[in-house]
C-alpha cells in the first residue's frame, strides 16, 4: 500500500515542463533581453567607442592612456576622474610638462574593494596616496563619492556660467577654469615638506617633474619651501620629532599636519579642517629671533629631514 506525506497529492510540486512554464520563462527572457538591449543602446550613446581599458596601459613609458584615444579633436571639454595619475602623466597631449598629469585630472581618493585586497592588477596599485590609511570603511568611501560629486558639479556651474557671460565660447577650456579652482584652495598658505621628498627627487631641476608632494601644494596655490621661517602656515610631515617640525612649533600659527591634511585638500579642492591631521600635541607658541631660527632651519635641520628622506627612499625601492 503506497502511502504519501505532506502536502495532497494535487499540490504536489513537480518539475515537469508545463506550457504555461513554458510560456512564463519565454517572457522572462525576452524581458531581460529587451533590458540588456536597452543598456547596451544606452552604453552606446554615452560612450560609443570612446573607452580606455587598462589592457591599452601595458608600457608606462609607452603606452599611456590620453585623450586623443577618446577625443581626436581635443579633450577641451573633458574632467578625467581617476585614482592613478601614473598611466596619464606621459602622453605628449595631456600635459605641459612630461611626467606630470594633465590639468583636467581629478585625483580622487583610491577605493580598495575588499574581495581583491592585494591584488594589484585589480585595485590601484600605484596611485598616490601618502595619507597613511591603507584602508578605507564603505562609509568613508561614501563620503569620497560626495567629494567627488560636489567637485562636479562646482566644475560644471562655473564652466556654464563663464560660457553664458562670455560670447566667444571657444576660449573657456575645463583645464583652464579646474586649474583656477585648485590655486584658490590654500592660497595664501606656506608650506613646508619633512621626511617626504626621497633624497633623488631633491634639488632636481625644473626639467624634471616635480615630486607630487610639491607638485599638489603648488597646484593648490600655496607657495612651497625648503626650510621653515616665520611665513610657514603649515609643516607636512611623514613623522613627528625633525628639527623642522620642532621649529615650526616656535612659529605662531603654523600648524604641523600628517601628510592625510594635504590629500584630502586634493581629492576635495577645498582647504580642510588641521584638527583631524595635526601631528603631535601643538607646541605653545613663544617669541624668538626670525634670523636665528631661518639659519638653524637651513643648517641643524638638515641631518634629521635627510634620514626620514633616506627611510622614504628606502621604502620606495623595496
Known amino acids: 500500500k503506497k502511502v504519501s506525506f505532506g502536502e495532497p497529492p494535487e499540490e504536489t510540486k513537480t518539475d515537469e515542463m508545463t506550457h ?75 600635459s605641459k610638462q612630461k611626467g606630470e598629469p594633465p590639468d583636467n585630472l581629478l ?5 580598495h574593494w575588499k574581495p581583491f585586497l592585494g591584488f594589484a592588477d585589480v585595485n590601484n596599485a600605484a596611485g598616490e596616496d601618502i595619507s597613511g590609511e591603507s584602508t578605507t570603511t564603505e562609509d568613508e568611501n561614501d563620503v569620497a563619492l560626495m567629494w567627488t560629486r560636489d567637485i562636479l558639479e562646482r566644475m560644471h556651474s562655473k564652466f556654464y556660467t563663464a560660457v553664458e557671460k562670455n560670447d566667444n565660447g571657444n576660449n573657456i577650456t575645463v583645464p583652464r577654469l579646474i586649474r583656477e579652482m585648485r590655486t584658490q584652495v590654500l592660497k595664501g598658505c606656506t608650506l613646508v615638506f619633512s621626511g617626504l621628498i ?7 631641476t625644473s626639467q624634471f617633474p616635480r615630486p607630487a608632494v ?15 621661517d616665520d611665513t610657514i602656515t603649515h ?81 620606495l625601492e623595496a
Open 20 to 94: 504555461e512554464k513554458l510560456q512564463q520563462l519565454q517572457r522572462l527572457l525576452k524581458e531581460a533581453e529587451a533590458l540588456e538591449q536597452k543598456a547596451l543602446d544606452l552604453r552606446q550613446e554615452i560612450f560609443a567607442s570612446r573607452i580606455v581599458s587598462r589592457t591599452d596601459v601595458g608600457d608606462l613609458g609607452r603606452d599611456v592612456k590620453s585623450l586623443e584615444r577618446i577625443f581626436p579633436c581635443g579633450g577641451s571639454m573633458a574632467l578625467i576622474v581617476d585614482d592613478r595619475e601614473d598611466v596619464w602623466a606621459n602622453a605628449q597631449d595631456n
Open 198 to 204: 626621497p633624497l633623488y627627487q631633491q634639488n632636481q
Open 235 to 315: 609643516v607636512v610631515a611623514a613623522r613627528d620629532g625633525t628639527d623642522k617640525i620642532r621649529l615650526a612649533r616656535r612659529v605662531p600659527g603654523c600648524n604641523v599636519v600628517k601628510p592625510s591634511w594635504l590629500m584630502e585638500c586634493v581629492w576635495t579642492m577645498t582647504r580642510r579642517d588641521v584638527t583631524p591631521h595635526l601631528l603631535g600635541k601643538p607646541a605653545v607658541a613663544v617669541a624668538k629671533e626670525p634670523q636665528a631660527m631661518a639659519a638653524t632651519g637651513d643648517d641643524s635641520s638638515s641631518s634629521s629631514d635627510d634620514d626620514d628622506d633616506d627611510d622614504l627612499a628606502a621604502m
Open 107 to 111: 585625483l580622487i581618493r583610491p577605493y
Open 214 to 228: 610639491v607638485r599638489y601644494g603648488e597646484s593648490l596655490g600655496a607657495t612651497v619651501k625648503d626650510h621653515v
